[in-house]
């Protein structure tokens, strides 16, 4: 098939049609801890000690078993963002 009939495809079902604006408007963008952990190439254990996380409160973030809070989310953001400052902010001896 060729993109434009795979795309006249995937506009035909109705079970599958792209998000509207309003649709992402009220989509929560939560940062995705394993994204980041990922990215810093950590593991848990490792991400875990040096931002100060809980190791099962991050392991149940990455399998979906509760979601991290407001406060939080502003943190890991804050993590992905700029992951050298905060490590130095917590753990100045480590510089």
């Known amino acids: 098939m060729t993109p434009e009939a795979i795309e006249r495809a995937a ?3 109705p079970d599958a049609q ?3 604006d309003a649709d992402l408007m009220r989509m929560r963008r939560t940062p995705r801890t394993k994204v980041i952990r990922r990215a ?3 593991t848990q254990e490792e991400f875990a000690a ?7 409160t991050l392991r149940d973030w ?3 078993r509760t979601e991290p809070d407001q406060p939080t989310r502003a943190y890991l953001a ?3 963002r700029d992951p050298e400052y905060v490590n130095r902010a917590l753990n100045p001896k480590a510089s």
């Open 11 to 13: 506009r035909a079902d």
């Open 18 to 20: 792209p998000l509207t």
């Open 40 to 42: 810093l190439d950590l």
């Open 50 to 56: 040096r931002y100060h996380i809980p190791l099962g």
């Open 62 to 64: 990455e399998q979906g």
């Open 78 to 80: 804050l993590i992905a």
